[in-house]
């Protein structure tokens, strides 16, 4: 080989090596109980204080709360559990529910870490996936609020986490995500694709069979009158916010008439007006 020809390939080298750089090393998931993935380097980023309230206060979802501290607990054992959807209602507590739970099953086995996965991020999630597997600690991954729209292909970036692909869900990983949506895109969507497609019955399977691998289906709806008081009642016995039940009830009914409805986002935030008219810190 002439020596043009040597200097000529060790560019080429240097230059692959610029595109391609070497794999990113083992994330260290000792630094913290909750991560975010973030891409553009691909790293974990160290949650130091997760936002979440205590499972306690989650009111008008038992059934919910136990089923999925239930199978949390199993996986956090290294037991058998299934990736779980929980859909329904606006803010009615799916995502404080996660949360909330994983603080639960992490002061029972300790370990247990919590990785916020965006929806913007799903194409990625191969890459995440990899760095996971075989790692000692067991790992929820969350993706809040997941839904998709027509042409939107990133549903099949999911499939490996659940039960597709080759090398499948890493044992030490499961999925939890929420969406208002059942089957994660618009209902309007689905019978569009039903009434154009050729085979209609195969137009929607694709899609909605995203939402059948998840193991464990948990709905949320809006909650009556009566749970709607008990989450502010518990929510200011919490924050030691002293007002009469009635001033309380008045209150409470007039803001969520405002709003158009109850749920439990409401409910905070009509805890937060009180607590800010009371001089109450929700630290």
């Known amino acids: 080989m002439s020596e043009e020809a040597a200097r000529a390939l ?21 630094l913290a109980e909750a991560f975010v993935w973030q891409t553009g380097p691909d790293r974990l980023e160290p949650v130091a204080r997760v936002a979440r309230v205590d499972l306690g206060l989650l009111v008008g979802i038992d059934r919910a709360r136990d089923t999925l501290l239930g199978n949390t607990l199993q996986f956090a054992r290294g037991y058998p559990a299934n990736n779980v959807l929980l859909w329904g209602a606006r ?31 799903l194409p990625s999630i191969g890459r995440l996936l990899a760095s996971l597997r075989g790692q000692a600690a067991r790992v929820i991954l969350f993706c809040d609020d997941l839904s998709f729209d027509k042409d939107d292909s990133h549903y099949k970036s999911l499939k490996a986490v659940l039960d597709g692909g080759i090398e499948g869900r890493p044992e030490n990983v499961v999925l939890y995500a ?33 939402s059948d691998r998840f193991g464990l289906w948990l709905g949320f709806h809006a909650c009556n009158q009566d749970d709607f008081l008990a989450m502010i009642r518990g929510y200011c016995d ?15 009914i007039e803001w969520s008439q405002t709003r158009g409805g109850r749920s439990g986002r409401v409910a905070w935030q009509y805890l937060t007006d009180l607590a800010g008219r009371r001089g109450v810190r929700l630290d």
Do not use: C, F, W
């Not at 060790?10 to 000792?30: K, T």
């Open 10 to 30: 060790a560019r080429i080298a240097s230059a692959l090596e610029r595109i391609s750089p070497p794999p990113q090393a083992a994330p260290d998931l000792g």
């Open 91 to 121: 803010g009615m507590g799916k995502s404080s529910l996660v949360k909330a739970v994983h603080a639960e099953a992490a002061r029972a086995v300790p370990g247990v870490k919590l990785i916020e996965l965006h929806r913007e991020d």
């Open 178 to 210: 929420t969406s208002n949506r059942r089957h994660l895109m618009p209902r309007d969507m689905i019978e569009n694709e039903r009434q154009s497609g050729v085979n209609p019955s195969e137009a929607v399977e694709e899609k909605v069979s995203l």
């Open 238 to 252: 919490a924050y030691g916010i002293a007002i009469p039940e009635a001033d309380l009830r008045a209150e409470a």
